[in-house]
């Protein structure tokens, strides 16, 4: 989030058919965030309505009539106009409607920031549904370890140790295009042809379904592949999109790997890699995946691999 939300502050809105309000600080003026705790945009979409509501971190600021607004998940962003006249908000310069002037009710309470709607026809009425749904947490004045869920960028936690002696690489790029790829191949999404290999795929019910993928969100989600065929590695394959996050690996009940997946490799807006372990002796055996759910950005689990021989070779 840090770069997107430090970029925004650097840009103001331009007058489109109303001019810019005085930079006069007023009784609202703050930094906001929320936690929106519907399902995430966990795709990449260029057609998709502006101010489409969706589940994640979301930041917003006034400041002295410049309002701003972070979706933390896709990055998508926009800013506008505004003024305060007694307990109306008003709202305009959005690039998304530049002709189109909402209208709230605001009022601060325990909660934070709560806007209420009157009048919002802005990106089909979805700016207002996104502004108005629930209170905006402050991230004015409170200390860090007391701030809200959104106002300070996440740090992952740290690795716990463990002294279990195998082996996890995370390669780059897709699996099924390496050198030596893993000899099967198991989507994540279905249980019951990997059933038919004496694997046994399961997963989180809160986890989305997502074609052969299956998505992770927040933390508790998981998904686990088990066998005791003669294998002598096993993988993961994570591909999604930038908004992809932070996932750990565990191998028999403990970690063996933990990292950014949309950072393992990117190629032609396709982010992930393939998660290996080796080195175990032949025998029933169980490979987790846990979103970490720490960033609240969602993880794409694309399939299972395995080796009867070795391992895979990227190149």
Known sequence: MGDAWQALLEVTPLSHTTPQPDPVQTTLDGTYAKLDPSQPQWWLCRRCADYRPAGGIWKLQ??????????????????????????????????????VVGEYVWRIEDAGLVLEL?????????????????????????????????????????????????????????????ATPPDLILAAN??????????????????????????????????EVSSDQPFTAMGVQFMGDPSIGWA????????????????????????GGYVEISGFEPGMHTMRVESMGFDYHPVTVAWFGFSYQGSVAPE
């Open 190 to 223: 279905l249980p019951d042809a990997a059933s038919q290999e004496d694997v046994a795929i399961s997963f989180d019910r809160g986890s989305l379904s997502y074609g052969l993928n299956r998505v992770l969100w927040w933390e508790g989600d998981w998904i």
């Open 248 to 271: 750990r690996v565990l191998f028999d009940g403990v970690e063996v790997w933990r990292g950014n997946t949309a950072q393992i490799w990117s190629e032609y807006g396709r982010h």
């Open 62 to 99: 006034f400041d002295r009539g410049v309002m701003r607004i972070l979706y933390d998940v896709t990055g998508w962003r926009s800013l506008a106009s505004y003024s305060v006249v007694d307990d109306r908000l008003y709202l305009f310069n959005d690039p998304f409607c530049p002709q």
């Open 118 to 178: 009157i009048d919002d026809p802005c990106s089909i009425e979805l700016r207002g549904e996104t502004l108005s749904s629930q209170p905006w947490a402050s991230c004015t004045d409170v200390s860090k370890e007391e701030s809200p869920v959104g106002c300070e960028i996440g740090e992952p936690p740290p690795a716990i140790p463990t002294d279990l002696q195998v082996a996890a690489t995370a390669h780059p790029g897709n699996s099924r295009f390496y």
